[in-house]
């Protein structure tokens, strides 16, 4: 649609997740016609991300030394290990400020269709984390998609075995939402979920 190096950066944006055609048109033109923006700065932070960013040999989460941040904090409560399946689900939920435990991040779900099966993920790191007795509950925090459900009922069979008490995290109705707006499955997870109160 463009000439050249213009449509190179709109294509290159393009491919990046959760940016759409429009978007990436957007943020090319902004790059393009703002005197301000610091290019170079961003092509030196892209390319240090690169170079430095690898993964925590624990966890699996993102992290510029061996072991994250998290990991390597005494204060963490090592009894208790979240499975998600991103290191952006350490992030959100670390934004909660409600849990202090560790994180074990699988890299994916499985997805039969997409071909990723339990040997993609990172379960087998998962497993030599348990050995040593002191972790007391596993949380599993998958998505609660179809890929989450499969993935977080894989791993409750196989850490029965293990006698690490499992559970997960509950889904149902967001805050501020309307009964009328939510679907079915939401809807029935909530009752599913529901808890006595006053007690």
């Given at each position: 649609?463009?000439?050249?190096v213009?449509?190179?950066?709109?294509?290159?944006?393009g491919?990046?997740?959760?940016?759409?055609?429009?978007?990436?048109?957007?943020?090319?033109?902004?790059?393009?016609?703002?005197?301000t923006?610091?290019?170079?700065?961003?092509?030196?932070?892209?390319?240090?991300?690169?170079?430095?960013?690898?993964?925590?040999?624990?966890?699996?989460?993102?992290?510029?030394?061996?072991?994250?941040?998290?990991?390597?904090?005494?204060?963490?409560?090592?009894?208790?290990?979240?499975?998600?399946?991103?290191?952006?689900?350490?992030?959100?939920?670390?934004?909660?400020?409600?849990?202090?435990?560790?994180?074990?991040?699988?890299?994916?779900?499985i997805?039969?269709?997409?071909?990723?099966?339990?040997?993609?993920?990172?379960?087998?790191?998962?497993?030599?984390?348990?050995?040593?007795?002191?972790?007391?509950?596993?949380?599993i925090?998958?998505?609660?998609?179809?890929?989450?459900?499969?993935?977080?009922?894989?791993l409750?069979?196989?850490?029965?075995?293990?006698?690490?008490?499992?559970?997960r995290?509950?889904?149902?109705?967001?805050?501020?939402?309307?009964?009328?707006?939510?679907?079915?499955?939401?809807?029935?997870?909530?009752?599913?979920?529901?808890?006595?109160?006053?007690?």
């Amino acid at each position: 649609m463009y000439d050249g190096v213009v449509q190179e950066l709109i294509d290159e944006l393009g491919r990046l997740p959760g940016v759409g055609p429009k978007s990436a048109q957007r943020i090319a033109f902004h790059i393009v016609q703002t005197q301000t923006f610091d290019v170079s700065r961003l092509a030196k932070v892209l390319l240090e991300v690169r170079e430095r960013v690898r993964f925590c040999e624990q966890c699996g989460n993102v992290s510029e030394s061996e072991v994250c941040n998290i990991c390597a904090d005494p204060n963490r409560d090592r009894t208790l290990i979240c499975v998600v399946e991103e290191p952006k689900d350490v992030a959100a939920i670390e934004r909660t400020r409600s849990y202090e435990g560790l994180y074990h991040v699988l890299g994916g779900a499985i997805s039969p269709i997409d071909g990723i099966g339990p040997d993609q993920l990172n379960i087998r790191g998962l497993m030599p984390r348990l050995e040593t007795g002191e972790v007391v509950e596993v949380i599993i925090a998958t998505d609660p998609n179809l890929e989450g459900d499969a993935t977080a009922s894989y791993l409750s069979r196989l850490l029965a075995a293990v006698g690490v008490q499992v559970s997960r995290l509950a889904s149902g109705l967001p805050v501020g939402g309307d009964l009328e707006y939510a679907d079915e499955v939401t809807l029935g997870r909530a009752f599913a979920g529901r808890r006595i109160i006053g007690q």
